[in-house]
C-alpha cells in the first residue's frame, strides 16, 4: 500500500502507523481481526484523512458560524461513562455550498477528542426534536456514519437517535442500509419515556425530561475540558478573600497530621467503636458505602473511590473528600489531578509522584461558598517514571512535557452531592483531623486500608501458595529421578 500510495498519504499518519500499537488494536478490533479488510480500511481511512487534512484541522481554519450555531458538540458522559456527541438536527439545513465545511466541522471534532482521550469510544446523539423534512440531509448523514464505520476504528458504543419523526422513516431505512450488522445493533431508538435507560437525567436537557441546564454557546470549545488547577490552595477568589494565614496554616497541619498517621499502622485503630458510632454506621445508605469503598485497579495505580467523590450540600456542610491512590508498580509514579471546575477546588497535592508500593491520600476540598455540581468530574492522569529522575517540581515539570500519551493512564472521578445528614463514603469534615473521637469518615478511611492491605496480603499469599506448589512439585521430581537411579544401580548388579 505504502509503495503503490504514498503519495496519497499523511506522513505524519504513516509515522504514527509505526508507533501507535493502540490505534492498530482498534483497527484490528474493528474488521474482526482479518488482517486483509484491515488494511484495506486503513488505507481507505488514510486516504480520507490526507483529503480533509485532518492532522491540520483548527479553529482558525473553520467558519466561525460553524461553531456558534451549536450543531455539533461534545457533553456529558452517557450511563456506561462514555462522552457524549451531540448532533442537533433542528440547526442542520441542506447548503450543497455548506456541505464542505460541515463535513470537516465533523471531522474536527472527532480528532480532537481522539487526540485528547486517545482510544476511548464515544456515544452519538441524533437529538431530532422539532425536526422536520427540511432537515434530511441523507449525503450529511451517510458522511457521519463512514466516519464511525470506515475512518475512526472501534470509536463507537452506540446511536440514540432521540423522537425521529414519522416522516423520516423511509430515510431511515436507507441509511440502515449503508450500516453493517455490527452498527446495526448500535442503534437505539427512543423517546422522552425510555432515553434514560441510556443517558441519566443530569446529562439530558430539559425537553428529553432531564435535569441539565447547559447551555450551548462558543466560544470556548464545549467538550468539558480538564484543567489544572493554579496551585495546591486554589485560585484566590473574592468569596476567599477573608481566609487568614491561620487558616491555610492550620490546613498545612492537618496535611502534616495525616502524612505522619500514614506512616504509623492502623491495624488496631478500629478496635473500639461507640455504641452512637454502630448507630450512624447503620443509618447511612449501603448504596453509598458500597460506592465509597470500591477501587479502581488501573495498570500503574490502584484509585479509591473507584467513582465517585461525595459531597455534602449546603445544608450538611461537608466540604472535604479523600482519594486514596496506592502505587502498584516497581517503579516511581508520577501523578497529577485535573478537574473541570478549578474556580471551585483545592487538590492537596495536585500535582506530585508516588513511590513503589506505597499509598498516598489526595485531599479534595471547596472553596467557601461554593458548593459541588453533578457536572463536575475529575481526572488522574499517571505514567511512570524512570529510576534516576528526580522528583521535584522542575522535574515533574519537564516529565510531563516529554512523557507520550500512550504512557499516560487516565481515570475519572465523578462528583456526587449528599442530601443526608449523616456523613458517607470517604467524605472528610472540616474538622475530622482534628477531633480526638473516631467518626465514621476515619473509620471509611482505615477500613480502606484495611482492605487495601488485606489485598496486598491475598497477593503474597499467592505467590507463597505458587512457590509451594512449585516447591512440592520440584521435589517430587527429586524423588522420582533417584528412585529411578536407584532402580537402575539395583538392575546392574542384578
Not at 89 to 112: I, S
Amino acid at each position: 500500500y505504502l509503495l503503490d500510495k504514498s503519495d496519497k498519504y499523511d506522513s505524519r499518519d504513516v509515522e504514527r502507523l509505526q508507533q501507535d500499537d493502540k490505534w492498530i488494536e482498534n483497527y484490528l478490533i474493528w474488521r474482526h481481526d482479518v488482517v486483509d479488510d484491515t488494511l484495506k480500511m486503513i488505507d481507505e481511512s488514510f486516504q480520507w484523512r490526507k483529503e480533509y487534512t485532518v492532522n491540520d484541522l483548527s479553529e482558525s481554519v473553520l467558519p466561525k458560524w460553524l461553531f456558534e450555531i451549536g450543531a455539533l458538540f461534545l457533553h456529558g458522559y452517557d450511563k456506561e461513562g462514555y462522552k457524549l456527541f451531540w448532533f442537533k438536527v433542528k440547526h442542520h439545513t441542506r447548503d450543497p455550498k455548506q456541505q464542505l465545511d460541515k463535513k470537516k466541522l465533523v471531522a474536527f471534532w472527532l480528532e480532537h477528542y481522539a487526540k485528547r482521550d486517545h482510544g476511548k469510544p464515544l456515544t452519538v446523539v441524533f437529538d431530532m426534536a422539532e425536526t422536520g423534512i427540511s432537515h434530511i440531509d441523507l449525503d450529511f448523514v451517510r458522511f457521519i456514519v463512514n466516519c464511525f464505520t470506515d475512518y475512526y476504528p472501534n470509536f463507537l458504543t452506540k446511536i440514540v437517535i432521540f423522537e425521529m419523526p414519522w416522516i423520516m422513516n423511509a430515510a431511515f431505512k436507507i441509511v440502515k442500509g449503508w450500516l453493517g450488522p455490527d452498527a446495526i445493533s448500535m442503534l437505539k431508538f427512543t423517546n422522552k419515556s425510555d432515553i434514560q435507560e441510556y443517558i441519566s437525567g443530569e446529562y439530558l436537557p430539559p425537553h428529553m425530561g432531564g435535569t441539565d441546564s447547559f447551555k450551548y454557546s462558543y466560544p470556548p470549545l464545549v467538550d468539558d475540558d480538564f484543567q489544572t488547577p493554579l496551585c495546591e490552595n486554589g485560585p484566590i477568589t473574592n468569596e476567599d478573600e477573608h481566609e487568614s494565614k491561620e487558616e491555610l496554616d492550620a490546613d498545612t497541619k492537618e496535611m502534616g497530621e495525616l502524612n505522619e498517621a500514614q506512616n504509623q499502622k492502623k491495624m488496631n485503630s478500629i478496635e473500639h467503636i461507640s455504641k452512637s458510632e454502630e448507630t450512624d454506621k447503620t443509618e447511612v445508605k449501603p448504596k453509598y458505602a458500597k460506592k465509597a469503598l470500591t477501587t479502581f485497579k488501573g495498570p500503574l495505580l490502584h484509585i479509591s473511590p473507584a467513582e465517585e467523590l461525595y459531597f455534602g450540600s449546603k445544608e450538611t456542610g461537608e466540604k472535604k473528600c479523600l482519594i486514596v491512590l496506592t502505587n502498584v508498580t516497581k517503579n516511581v509514579v508520577a501523578f497529577k489531578v485535573r478537574t473541570t471546575a478549578p474556580e471551585k477546588y483545592r487538590v492537596k497535592p495536585s500535582n506530585s509522584s508516588c513511590e513503589p508500593g506505597t499509598s498516598l491520600d489526595i485531599i479534595v476540598s471547596l472553596h467557601g461558598g461554593f458548593s459541588a455540581s453533578l457536572q463536575d468530574r475529575f481526572l488522574i492522569m499517571a505514567a511512570e517514571m524512570d529510576q534516576s529522575s528526580g522528583a521535584g517540581a522542575p522535574e515533574l515539570t519537564q516529565f510531563w512535557k516529554d512523557v507520550p500519551r500512550t504512557k499516560v493512564m487516565e481515570h475519572r472521578l465523578r462528583c456526587h452531592v449528599i442530601e443526608s445528614s449523616k456523613p458517607s463514603s470517604l467524605t472528610l469534615k472540616d474538622n475530622s483531623f482534628n477531633v480526638p473521637a473516631k467518626t465514621n469518615e476515619d473509620l471509611h478511611i482505615q477500613l480502606t486500608r484495611l482492605l487495601q492491605i488485606n489485598k496486598r496480603l491475598d497477593e503474597q499469599m499467592n505467590r507463597c501458595l505458587w512457590f509451594q506448589q512449585l516447591s512440592v512439585v520440584l521435589s517430587l521430581l527429586s524423588v522420582t529421578v533417584a528412585a529411578f537411579c536407584f532402580y537402575l544401580a539395583y538392575a546392574q548388579r542384578s
